[in-house]
């Protein structure tokens, strides 16, 4: 969809929040369903949830994971080797693929270079990418989710995004409002935030994972995932760093996420409205998310907790959360 298209659907729900639902549908010529429709779209995604909804598909071409894994595999052997070398290497052990085939794998994997390919090289094993997390064996604390979500740009505030760190099991979440898309953005959110918390709770973390349509992931250099890696080691954490693919099941995964990211832009809306300066909006949401964590309840196979409570019960840890947590502060 084009950028226009998508401003214009964003438009008219502002309007409608501020003149009515039934005045603006009328004047646009649209339906009340359409306008809710894409109300929830937005909350639930922000301004990606305006685009077009296209149908998920897995090309028929598509490389095969094993062979995936024996490219990622031949790359950290023998990072000096080309494309054609691999494409070589893949036929000596009983692989068919083609050379552009190798090399759009290498590429979208930011290792088309020697220079990305030999920095690959050099990581220990557990800064590969991996993908082969079975979540429902996991336990609250090991799995977070990050990602960031556009709201929107609003008059008297500028461009909006919201940046999560969200625990799988628990659903206690670390969430930061930030004007601009930027890696270095995700390091802060991690150093100053999430990681102080997940050492006041106790939490034996292993895995991080990104979107891979993450548009921030998308801006990055190949180093990303080896800075995240090195932020962690020296925190005392060793998480492997996994990429979530759009072809994946990742139904429940996506259904935390947008219910978490609805019931933040839902909270802050009435501040967006009535043009709540930048700095305001980010008390507000830590506000909200302080209030998340340690009072709202919500269901846990048969049982209600908030998602601290979750975490204390199902660790059997006694937690005490820093004086910070509960301070009303611009961090």
């Known amino acids: 969809m084009k950028s226009m298209e998508k401003n214009l659907k964003f438009q008219i729900l502002m309007e409608g929040q501020k003149h009515g639902v039934s005045i603006i549908c009328e004047q646009h010529g649209i339906s009340r369903t359409l306008y809710y429709r894409w109300l929830k779209r937005y909350k639930d995604l922000g301004m990606e949830g305006l685009s077009d909804q296209k149908r998920s598909f897995v090309p028929v071409n598509k490389t095969k994971p094993e062979i995936v894994s024996a490219i990622f595999t031949l790359v950290k052997k023998y990072p ?17 693929i083609s050379e552009s085939a190798v090399y ?21 094993s557990r800064e590969m990418i991996k993908n082969d997390i079975v ?12 990602w960031t979500t556009y709201y929107g740009e609003f008059k008297g505030i500028g461009k909006v995004y919201e940046y999560t760190l969200f625990d799988y099991k628990s659903k206690i979440a670390c969430s930061r409002l930030y004007d601009h898309l930027s890696a270095e953005n995700i390091k802060n959110l991690l150093e100053a935030l999430a990681l102080p918390v997940a050492q006041n709770l106790n939490m034996e973390l292993k895995y991080l994972c990104f979107f891979e349509e993450a548009e921030v992931l998308d801006k990055q250099s190949g180093s990303f995932f080896s800075d995240i890696h090195q932020l962690l080691h020296n925190q005392g954490f060793a998480m492997d760093l996994h990429l979530l693919k759009q072809g994946e099941n990742l139904g429940i995964i996506r259904e935390l996420r947008q219910e978490y990211t609805n019931r933040c832009l839902s909270y802050l809306m009435p501040y967006i409205k009535r043009e709540t300066s930048f700095n305001g909006l980010k008390i507000f949401l830590q506000n909200y998310v302080r209030d998340y964590n340690i009072h709202q309840k919500m269901p846990y196979g048969d049982q209600y907790y908030s998602p601290v409570e979750y975490h204390g019960v199902a660790t059997d840890n006694k937690m005490i959360l820093p004086l910070w947590a509960y301070m009303d502060r611009l961090y």
């Open 135 to 146: 979540f429902e064996n996991l336990s609250s604390g090991e799995c977070w989710l990050c």
């Open 80 to 96: 000096r080797y080309g494309p054609r070398e691999i494409q070589y290497r893949l036929e000596d052990i009983g692989y068919a």
């Open 104 to 124: 759009n794998t290498l590429k979208k994997n930011q290792l088309s270079t020697k220079q990305q390919r030999l920095k690959f090289a050099k990581r220990e």
